[in-house]
């Protein structure tokens, strides 16, 4: 079963950052497509980036993170991370990793497995 844990969330002010983790147990998180999702209070989950298996090319599907968020690998952590910089109010949503085995997509309903999120509140 594949299984993975979302971590580094939590309360921050307005143009800070915080680095979300989502590390893998039991499989070679090398071996999948990853991608970072959020849903906010009263939203749809919306997709944010997403990192290839073999090249590590990777995607951004949410104009408002362009620029400010990164996503990358860390193999040896059998680790995917989501660098999070100048942070904003509307950020705030729990924060959600996914795996897949084909190509990346920017839909959630093509990724069938899932962590338990993670809160990131971004507040003065």
């Known amino acids: 079963q594949l299984q993975f844990v979302e971590s580094g969330g939590g309360s921050v002010q307005p143009g800070g950052s915080l680095r979300l983790s989502c590390t893998a147990s039991g499989f070679t998180m090398n071996n999948y497509i990853i991608g970072w999702f959020r849903q906010a209070p009263g939203k749809e989950r919306e997709a944010i980036s997403c990192i290839t298996n073999s090249d590590n090319v990777t995607y951004y599907y949410l104009d408002s993170v362009k620029g400010r968020f990164t996503i990358s690998r860390d193999n040896a952590k059998n680790t995917v991370y989501l660098q999070m910089n100048s942070l904003k109010p509307e950020d705030t949503a729990v924060y959600y990793c996914?795996?897949?085995?084909?190509?990346?997509?920017?839909?959630?309903?093509?990724?069938?497995?899932w962590g338990q999120g993670t809160q990131v509140t971004v507040s003065s």
């Open positions: 996914a795996i897949r085995s084909v190509y990346c997509s920017g839909y959630s309903n093509d990724f069938k497995v």
